[in-house]
């Protein structure tokens, strides 16, 4: 039977954990974020789709051309290969969720 996993057992801070499913047996990877206003990553793309899950919090992203804001209770997909990034712009912590379709995360830096 597998074993519950805590939060606090993933690698990572308060900002981000980050679960790696190739190392627990998984088909899927995935970031807990609670980023504080103002942070979050620089614009990059996966070779696989990612499929954010807003809960609290406000987020401004950007996906290729586009600058979308959806809220608490959303989900929102980015296609494979599209530029994107977000950012906290609330004025509390961001929960969500970020799934990568793959167990094992790869990333590319669009921006510096």
Known sequence: MPDPIPFTDLP?????RRFEG???GANVSFFLSTHAPGEGPRLHRHPYEE???LLDGRATFTVGDETLE????????VPPGTPH???NSGDTRLQQVSIHSAPEMSQEWVEE
Do not use: M, N, Q, W
């Not at 959806?70 to 997909?77: D, E, N, T």
């Open 85 to 87: 990034k977000f950012v």
């Open 70 to 77: 959806p809220a608490p209770g959303h989900v929102l997909i």
């Open 22 to 24: 190739k190392d627990h």
């Open 12 to 16: 990572g801070s308060e900002r981000a």
């Open 51 to 53: 499929t954010f899950v």
